[in-house]
């Protein structure tokens, strides 16, 4: 294992590197800058405003400046919050968008398992197929569609939850449920999949004939086969969760990551867009490894191989 993941951490530096540079380049391609949309400022002190942040120096000279704080995990400070580091902004709201996550998570997996196996026990009858569809349907909206109807069905008319803000409990269900509905879909459907396969074995035939109770062949002898597929889906959608509450946030105006991302895009914030990237890519990779070795320690037929 160690050396597995030794691997797959030398991997990770040139994939961040690759990341790095192609943001930083396309960010300065974009037309504008940080301070192109100030208001009346004169030129001499948007002049001493670029001297100050090292936007006047030659392009390259930027770039290997970035660099070379980046190797001491320095993002650099933000162009629109006066004062303060993207490292600080990082840090702030991270555990909101974290936070959201783990709700979406924990509703897409307690609804998508749930339907998932009910299909799979029930193949081929109402009980299969009115999830399969609603799960089809879940898959076909997404999350910038899905949060304005919740917010205006349990929120505005039926008053049912708060529509904004990030104070109480009920601020949290309705951008939780807008995003953990949508990988509830693609989960049910994996754990259908999953369990109808593992359902087709002999040794389940053979338990069955010897009389072991249904439901101990389901939640004992079934359902650690049937949800690899779902586990090897939770690295990405996890990554998707936290990454896709980009638009949840501005939705519900969550104090997240994602606002700050969003925010930083229109304003030209060039460490706060370079710095969020290169957090969500390290981020996902690590996802991805967990997921990796929590597969090979649940499938007797996989190795940790580099």
Not at 32 to 49: T, V
Not at 84 to 111: C, H, Q, W
Not at 201 to 206: A, G, H, P, V
Not at 267 to 288: E, H, K, P, S, W
Request: proline content about 5%.
């Amino acid at each position: 294992m160690f050396k597995f993941i030794s691997s797959r951490v030398l991997q990770t530096i040139p994939v961040l590197f690759i990341i790095a540079t192609m943001t930083f380049f396309m960010v300065r391609a974009a037309p504008g800058g940080p301070f192109s949309q100030e208001k009346k400022i004169s030129p001499l002190i948007k002049e001493k405003m670029n001297e100050h942040y090292g936007l006047n120096d030659q392009l390259h000279v930027q770039y290997f400046n970035y660099l070379k704080n980046l190797t001491h995990l320095d993002l650099g400070p933000s162009f629109k919050h006066e004062g303060r580091t993207v490292n600080e902004l990082i840090k702030d709201s991270f555990p909101v968008s974290m936070e959201l996550g783990l709700y979406g998570l924990l509703i897409a997996l307690v609804i998508g398992i749930s339907a998932g196996l009910i299909a799979s026990v029930k193949k081929n009858s109402f009980f299969d197929y009115t999830p399969m569809s609603i799960a089809m349907i879940g898959i076909c909206l997404p999350t910038f569609v899905m949060g304005p109807i919740l917010a205006l069905v349990f929120g505005l008319h039926l008053r049912w939850f708060n529509v904004s803000g990030w104070f109480t409990m009920a601020d949290r269900v309705l951008p939780a449920m807008t995003l953990g509905l949508y990988y509830a879909a693609y989960i049910a459907r994996l754990t259908r999949g999953g369990m109808l396969e593992v359902l087709s074995q002999d040794f389940i035939r053979t338990a069955r004939a010897k009389g072991v109770p249904e439901h101990i062949i389901l939640f004992k002898h079934c359902l650690k086969g049937g949800l690899l597929p779902v586990i090897s889906f939770l690295g990405p959608a996890f990554a998707g969760l936290i990454s896709g509450s980009f638009v949840v946030e501005t939705i519900f105006q969550i104090p997240g990551l994602g606002r700050h991302f969003i925010n930083a895009a229109f304003n030209r914030d060039y460490t706060m867009v370079l710095g969020t990237v290169l957090f969500y890519a390290t981020l996902i990779i690590l996802m991805n490894l967990i997921v990796d070795i929590i597969q090979v320690l649940l499938n007797p037929k996989l190795k940790f191989e580099s």
